[in-house]
């Protein structure tokens, strides 16, 4: 029940507030928080109030700090926070240089995919529509490569996410960037036309599979390194040390030889990685 006190408006978050939830969102999640984010950590977190009926962000403050809120918390608290933009073939160019070059290259010097499954990994993969593509691009490539096998491991912070993801339900706006000839392949749409959606076949969701990760633990605990890496448009919101050794982390599961695709607004030169660019943010893992 809703308390009388929660019914009015909400009040403003204070600075002394923001500050401390902006220390621990850096802190644990490596997300950049200044003061000119304020405005944007209130309007989310002002939902997380209204779910718990607290009429004031200090009463928020006390609850999540609580043994019991860092429990049952902290992952709304993620959900909140992280920012989850993606689209199906996003930057179109990685997907033409891994089936023109990264593929072919892995298979002809190691038999990846013939002797052993392919292991890709999609870090950061929100709600799914990076390892889904994919798993398009695979499954298409491997009609030319007879017995070709890959596995995908999707991850992300967000439980959220990682749930849609896992279900793999889009609205038909959603979809429009998949070519006509593969959504005809690889989507099954709804018989409900007052609500479009489309969802993945089975085929093509059982090669993919998903998991929560947060880039800021000191070990991933990865049980496999992976051959191909696709970390786009994530490291941005982390300062230059942090990426670093994100990205160090990352390349600790990429084998000797495999690719790790970043974002074309990030650059890794500079932070003294085994890695060697070899295409417009594309690099791959040399030995050390």
């Known amino acids: ?20 939830f902006s220390a621990f969102i850096q802190e644990r999640l490596g997300i950049k928080m200044p003061l000119q984010k304020k405005s944007m950590l209130e309007a989310r977190l002002r939902k997380r109030l209204r779910a718990l009926s607290l009429s004031s962000f200090t009463e928020y403050r006390e609850f999540f700090f609580s043994p019991e809120g860092m429990e049952r918390e902290l992952v709304n608290l993620c959900d909140a926070v992280t920012t989850n933009k ?7 160019a990685h997907f033409d240089f891994l089936v023109e070059r990264a593929l072919p290259e892995l298979l002809s010097h190691r038999e990846v995919g013939i002797s052993a ?8 993969c929100s709600t799914g529509e990076e390892p889904y593509t994919l798993a398009m691009v695979l499954s298409e490539f491997a009609q030319g490569w007879p017995g070709f096998q890959f596995s995908i491991l999707g991850t992300d912070l967000s439980s959220q996410v990682l749930e849609k993801a896992l279900a793999g339900i889009y609205d038909m706006d959603r979809v429009a960037p998949i070519p006509r000839t593969l959504q005809r392949k690889y989507l099954l749409r709804s018989k409900n036309k007052e609500e479009p959606l489309a969802r993945v076949v089975p085929e093509l969701r059982a090669r993919v599979s998903f998991r929560r990760l947060n880039f800021m633990d000191s070990e991933y605990r990865m049980s496999e390194s992976v051959e191909i890496l696709f970390c786009r448009n994530v490291i941005i919101y982390f300062d230059r040390p942090t990426q670093a050794r994100i ?9 000797p030889g495999g690719f790790i695709f970043m974002g074309h607004s990030e650059t890794l030169n500079g932070m003294g990685l085994p890695l060697q660019q070899v295409a417009p943010s594309v690099y791959r893992r040399v030995r050390e």
């Open 86 to 92: 993606t689209d199906f073939f996003r930057e179109p």
């Open 117 to 124: 499954p392919l292991r890709l990994w999609s870090a950061g």
């Open 247 to 255: 990205v160090g982390r990352l390349c600790r599961h990429l084998l």
């Open 1 to 20: 029940m809703i308390r009388p006190s929660f019914l009015g408006s909400l009040e403003t978050m204070s600075d002394r507030d923001f500050h401390h």
